[in-house]
């Protein structure tokens, strides 16, 4: 493993330029969470190809709680402005897929979930709905049903009614269905075929991120390029979009995700002493505050979830995103650290990492030389383009300078 920034003189110079309205060709999705309305309220959405509002949840009842209604037609005319940028709501989520799995195995949950999916289209002059299934056939949060047999051929057959009663409501229109997915392909698959899927869905975002993080017993990076062998979560940014190609789904309906934000973990060691630099070091105590808004939570699961009397360790997500890192004190420009935090780069993940001797606070982010790197990589590999979680934690729009650089 190597520290260096030599990759700085060869990108940096095209981040200043400005941002041009991407190719409709190469989309660039961008997750817009309504709870970060207000910071987004004077955002330019036409620098973006598709603007997918985060969440609408659905309850066991298959009815849709969503508490975006109120900015939805502010966001659809700020998208629609010279037809540039599509408009879809995602539904699910980290903590709203507790009942996908029940809906999609019961006939008539999944005609009131589609019912709502139409109104809800029609109601927001929506170009298509996003499902973010976390996860099918496996635990995302504690919280969710999960029948690990059938929970993929159900998605597929919900997926397809979904197809046909989209088309039959709004031909001619075209409409989108997308997903958002792990980072490995679906399990359980049996003998369901995954190029199906992409049969009725018009792409899939992969969720490359969240790879290593606070859950683990080392530091690491979030969202790295490539793996290093042996060394952390044996998954990256490369290996998702192989993995995705390989079980059957065609690449050119594929979009790979780029973090804006960062984790933040206590080392058990000063790694700006360690050589040759490494980014993964036991990590020591609990998991430190984040940025400034970073709050103590408990993670708890509704009466109504699969496990009800669930309740997490109360602690800090140590989350910083790009722009907190940005406004805060720990950077001061795109590739340049404040003291006494300390900037490196990792030549095999392609990450930045910063360290704070004082405290021996590691954080593991993307900033633009890195999102550049992984958008050019995902266009050689023949992709639909990138996504992005989320829209707020750009800073004065450096990381979609660098996006656009290479769509």
């Known amino acids: ?19 041009a309205i991407p190719s409709q060709e190469h989309v660039i999705v961008g997750y817009y969470p309504t709870w970060k309305h207000n910071e987004l309220a004077s955002l330019d959405l036409n620098k973006y190809t598709h603007i997918n509002v985060a969440f609408a949840i659905p309850d066991e009842k298959a009815e849709l709680k969503f508490d975006g209604d109120a900015h939805m037609s502010d966001i659809v005319s700020r998208a629609h402005t010279n037809n540039a940028t599509k408009v879809l709501v995602s539904l699910g989520g980290w903590t709203g897929s507790i009942h996908f799995s ?24 929506l170009d298509g709905i996003d499902i973010d299934w976390e996860f099918p056939g496996e635990n995302g949060s504690p919280c969710n049903f999960v029948d690990e047999t059938n929970d993929v051929k159900n998605f597929l057959v919900y997926l397809q009614s979904l197809r046909t009663r989209i088309d039959e409501t709004f031909t001619p229109e075209e409409k989108l269905i997308t997903l958002a997915v792990r980072v490995k392909p679906f399990s359980g698959l049996g003998d369901t075929n ?37 060394k ?31 984790h933040s973990l206590t080392s058990s060691v000063d790694m700006t002493l360690t050589d040759p630099p490494t980014q993964y070091e036991k990590k020591d105590g ?10 103590e939570a408990t993670e708890t699961c509704p009466e109504n979830s699969a496990k009800p009397d669930h309740a997490g360790a109360k602690q800090y997500s140590g989350v910083w995103t790009y722009a907190q890192l940005r406004q805060e004190g720990a950077l001061d420009g795109p590739t340049t650290a404040k003291a006494p935090w300390v900037r490196a780069f990792d030549n095999v993940t392609m990450t930045p990492w910063l360290f704070q001797p004082e405290n021996k606070t590691f954080v593991s982010y993307d900033d633009p030389i890195s999102v550049k790197i992984k958008t050019k990589f995902a266009r050689s590999k023949g ?14 729009s450096e990381l979609t300078k660098a996006i656009n650089s290479k769509c």
């Open 286 to 295: 609990p998991v430190p505050k984040g940025a400034s808004t970073d709050e």
């Open 102 to 125: 029940n809906i999609t195995k019961s006939p008539e949950l999944s005609q009131t979930l589609t019912d709502n999916i139409i109104r809800m289209m029609t109601q927001h002059q």
């Open 194 to 230: 995954l190029a199906d899927f992409a049969k009725v869905v018009d792409f899939a975002n992969i969720m490359a991120y969240d790879i290593n993080g606070p859950w683990m017993d080392t530091t690491g990076p979030n969202a790295p390029l490539n793996f290093e062998q042996g």
């Open 232 to 262: 952390g979560t044996q998954l990256s940014f490369a290996s998702s979009i192989d993995q995705w190609v390989e079980s059957g789904w065609p690449a050119n309906q594929l979009t790979a995700g780029l973090a804006f934000y960062g």
């Open 1 to 19: 493993m190597r520290s260096s920034l030599a990759l700085m003189a060869a990108v940096l110079s095209p981040l200043v330029s400005a941002i």
């Open 383 to 396: 992709l639909r383009g990138v996504m992005l979680w989320d829209l707020a934690g750009d800073f004065q």
